[in-house]
């Protein structure tokens, strides 16, 4: 098997928009295309069953923006 030494990068179309998702030995982040902020799980909070913790806590510290 090969190991996760480096960021691995791909595309993922959801609907009409874009996005970017990056699998990386500390965990993953999901970000719409274009933007810097998105949605990151460390492999730690998955594995200890504190992801869905751990996104809802993210997501409500996050300021709201504007479009």
């Known amino acids: 098997m090969t190991p996760l030494d480096k960021p691995i990068k ?3 179309k959801l609907g009409d928009k874009t996005y970017t998702l990056v699998i990386d030995p500390d965990g993953m982040k999901l970000t719409e ?3 810097r902020r998105g949605v990151g799980l460390r492999w730690e909070d998955i594995l200890s069953g ?6 809802a806590l ?3 510290v996050e ?3 504007k479009r």
Do not use: I, M, W
């Open 10 to 12: 791909r595309a993922l």
């Open 33 to 35: 295309k274009g933007r």
């Open 50 to 55: 504190d992801a869905g913790l751990a996104a």
């Open 58 to 60: 993210q997501a409500s």
């Open 63 to 65: 300021p709201k923006r």
